[in-house]
């Protein structure tokens, strides 16, 4: 690309590179390095969420090195820059993952700023944990700039004792450990063995979902989300999006061209396919809230009530994201489910092509069994539910992949806990029985604050041997590792006054994720009655950002979003 066919009057860097007023600006970029010709040039932003917290995002900063001579081979200016990100395995089972979906927010936020600030052109945002993919995916819709998603891609599958494990794997074992099945040797030597690479969480728990997701939605090129973080692959994918943005530019191709109620449709349709982490059903609505569009948690379950449920995914079924990458990608995936009318082929993408053009040269392999056709699944709904009831007005969510129907229905009575610690001391001491709903609330996005996952105490109870002898509902959420009966997002929340915040113990609560149910058996005047003399709780949060959060967060039906979004906007930053 020619970066002198690009007419920069209409870029956003003009105001920093254009004409003599623009000096000063050009001064600092000359104390850069930059050269007159650079100078002239589109500046892209490459944004990533590098740092040294956790294997997920360590690799990024070599893989934006690969992005940046992609962008100068096509004749654009690169400036890389960074954000922050929360990793949920180290933010886990404490308070710190009161930190994790605020941080969503401050990476979109921060991105956001520094675009602005800066004004650059384009943008290519490369994430590798749960959280700072969505964050990423919502500023470039935020924006409206040309933009191209980038995984940093999945940790390769550790071996333990000849068994491919995972950190899923870990956590369970801390229940195996607590009811003496797992001795403090075996438990060091899994720890050691769990996670042997750079690179996220490698089953389909949250980040390899919302990696599905960023090439179903159209904003990642085809298969560049599967590829694991190790792999050498991955810069040549990065390279190619470097040259890839700068095509998008001079086609005026943006976010919101991509970013539609068909594409999104796309996006929960490969969630359910692939039995996705629940959390998706907080992030599309959050990403739709960007672009103006309503698509909340209702929305995203009648999708996922009608797509059938085809890859045999952990934590539910037998594979790594690995495995799904080197048998066809995310395309083989698409590709079953566009040729049996589950996905819209006429969307765009960042190639420049639609959706059905993209997949029309995938073949079919058939020497694989990650995969199953979609016509037939491993089983005919997906393997995410939506739930509504007299609990849950506002809906929950559940994930069902992997579980038998006959342990998709449950009905027992509640045991109720202010908070996860409460609930984790009473599972570790087995201070619970069998055929009880545990009911974790005060957890949601304003009450947490923060909206924790629960991972913690859900492996715990399956490393106990009791996941399916349970259930567990929360206000929180849970984490895209948690397996076992499991709902979460039930809203509205206990800290605005929600049913869940009302119950006691020994209410009977039935839950039908068959029929999309969960209801307390109390009538409507008991409910009633009980809600005028429930009061507010007061939160640990009453000063720095989480107090902040707290003030401004919705509801989870709406994707926990902290501002208006593109329905209240008179324009957007690539038009300033």
Request: glycine share 12%; net charge negative; with cysteine.
């Amino acid at each position: 690309m020619d970066a002198r066919l690009i007419d920069k009057s209409k870029l956003p860097s003009r105001h920093v590179t254009v004409g003599p007023a623009r000096a000063p600006h050009r001064s600092y970029l000359y104390a850069m390095g930059l050269t007159r010709e650079q100078i002239a040039q589109p500046l892209v932003g490459v944004a990533t969420c590098w740092n040294e917290a956790a294997p997920c995002n360590i690799s990024l900063m070599r893989q934006a090195q690969a992005v940046k001579k992609g962008v100068a081979a096509a004749s654009g200016t690169p400036r890389e820059f960074c954000t922050i990100t929360v990793t949920d395995g180290i933010a886990m089972g404490h308070q710190g993952m009161k930190a994790s979906l605020p941080s969503r927010e401050v990476i979109a936020d921060s991105v956001e700023l520094t675009m602005r600030g800066h004004s650059y052109d384009a943008l290519v945002g490369m994430a590798g944990c749960d959280k700072s993919l969505p964050g990423m995916m919502m500023a470039m819709v935020r924006l409206n700039v040309p933009s191209i998603f980038i995984y940093g891609g999945s940790i390769l599958p550790g071996s333990f004792r000849g068994r491919q494990v995972t950190v899923q794997d870990l956590f369970e074992a801390v229940g195996k450990y607590s009811v003496g099945e797992m001795s403090d040797e075996d438990l060091t030597e899994l720890e050691q063995v769990a996670c042997p690479s750079a690179g996220a969480c490698g089953a389909q728990f949250t980040a390899n979902t919302m990696a599905t997701v960023s090439e179903a939605i159209g904003l990642a090129l085809p298969y560049s989300a599967g590829a694991p973080a190790p792999y050498e692959i991955r810069d040549r994918f990065c390279a190619a999006a470097g040259e890839q943005i700068m095509d998008l530019i001079a086609k005026n191709i943006r976010p919101r061209d991509i970013v539609t109620r068909k594409s999104l449709e796309n996006a929960a349709v490969v969630v359910a396919a692939s039995g996705g982490s629940t959390n998706a059903a907080l992030h599309l609505p959050a990403i739709a809230h960007e672009a103006g569009i309503k698509f909340d948690l209702f929305d995203v379950a009648e999708i996922f009530k009608r797509t059938p449920y085809i890859a045999d995914l952990k934590p539910g079924g037998r594979y790594v994201a690995k495995d799904l990458f080197e048998v066809g990608g995310i395309p083989l995936l698409m590709k079953t489910l566009l040729d049996h009318g589950f996905m819209h082929g006429d969307c765009m993408t960042v190639t420049g092509r639609t959706m059905a053009e993209n997949l029309a040269s995938v073949k079919w392999n058939d020497e694989q069994d990650v995969v199953y056709p979609a016509n037939t699944p491993i089983t005919p709904t997906g393997g995410v539910v939506g739930l509504k009831g007299n609990l849950a007005p506002e809906g929950a969510i559940v994930k069902v992949a992997g579980m038998a129907s006959d342990n998709q229905v449950f009905r027992g009575p509640a045991r109720c806990f202010d908070g996860e610690e409460a609930c984790f001391e009473a599972v570790s001491k087995r201070q619970y029985h069998e055929g009880e709903v545990l009911v974790i609330r005060y957890e949601g996005p304003r009450g947490g604050p923060g909206m924790r996952e629960m991972l913690s105490t859900t492996a715990a109870l399956y490393g106990q041997g009791m996941g399916d002898k349970v259930a567990l509902i929360t206000d929180g959420r849970f984490s895209g590792a948690t397996r076992g009966f499991c709902i979460g997002h039930v809203g509205p929340e206990a800290a605005v006054g929600g049913p869940i915040g009302l119950i006691k113990d020994g209410d009977i609560i039935a839950i039908d994720a068959i029929e999309g149910t969960i209801d307390v058996e109390l009538s409507d005047e008991e409910l009633a009655q009980r809600r005028t003399e429930w009061t507010p709780r007061e939160t640990s949060a009453t000063s720095g950002y989480l107090w902040k959060y707290a003030q401004t967060v919705g509801p989870a039906r709406d994707g926990a979003v902290t501002h208006p979004g593109g329905a209240a906007e008179k324009e957007t930053y690539a038009d300033v």
